[in-house]
């Protein structure tokens, strides 16, 4: 089934330990995305790629990194987790960059950080 | 700054009519979008207006003016089924979508 995987779906983490999220979409979408989501807020873009080679930051990049190394991969890494990255993180891609295309998300991961 | 308004929690009766009212302030406007978020679930995706008007979907239906700043998304004939949180997200001047806290849909029998 087409669609975008994400990797861990759940994960509780010790504070300043390193870990990456994966995303893989195999809709050869050019743009993908990874938002954060927390309770009484809007979704918060952390990072994202217009095309294959390039990222941005977006509202809260802050102790996040990514890569985009090809079209269908785009992991999200935390350097030295603390609890404030304790959220729901989503990925997405769209196949359409600058422009209206439609947001298809990843199931999420939990990241609970101690 | 960017803005999006809507009402935190609303409770309508299956069957029924809802209406859910987003007001929004962007710096610059490339259409709103309106997705579907069930508890505990990924976003989908519902509607997109990038003209004044309604757009219908079947039982759901999108209207937007782009002078008002203000859309809303219509349900009717209300299902248990759409007991969900509806995120509405316009599209800034860079093509980013702002993302409103949601309103979370409570249907009764």
């Known amino acids: 089934i087409a669609g975008i995987t994400q990797a861990p779906t759940s994960q509780i983490l010790a504070a300043g330990r390193r870990m990456t999220l994966r995303c893989t979409q195999d809709m050869r979408h050019n743009a993908m995305y990874w938002y954060r989501q927390d309770l009484g807020l809007g979704l918060r873009l952390i990072h994202y790629?217009?095309?294959?080679?390039?990222?941005g930051k977006g509202e809260v990049p802050d102790g996040y990194s990514v890569s985009r190394a090809n079209t269908d991969d785009f992991p999200l890494t935390l350097a030295s987790a603390v609890p404030s990255q304790t959220s729901v993180y989503f990925c997405a891609s769209s196949d359409r960059q600058g422009d209206t295309g439609e947001l298809f998300f990843g199931e999420g991961s939990r990241l609970t950080v101690l | 700054g960017q803005n999006i308004d809507q009402p935190t929690e609303m409770t309508a009766t299956e069957g029924a009519i809802v209406q859910i009212n987003c007001t929004y302030q962007t710096s610059g406007f490339n259409g709103l979008f309106w997705y579907q978020q069930h508890a505990g679930e990924a976003p989908t995706f519902l509607s997109y207006?990038?003209l004044d008007g309604l757009e219908e979907k079947g039982r759901f239906s999108s209207f937007l003016s782009r002078s008002k700043g203000y859309s809303y998304l219509l349900l009717k004939e209300l299902q248990m089924k759409d007991s969900a949180s509806y995120l509405c997200a316009p599209m800034d001047s860079n093509y980013q979508l702002i993302w409103g806290a949601g309103t979370k849909l409570i249907i009764k029998p």
């Open positions: 790629s217009n095309t294959a080679g390039t990222t």
């Open positions: 207006n990038v």
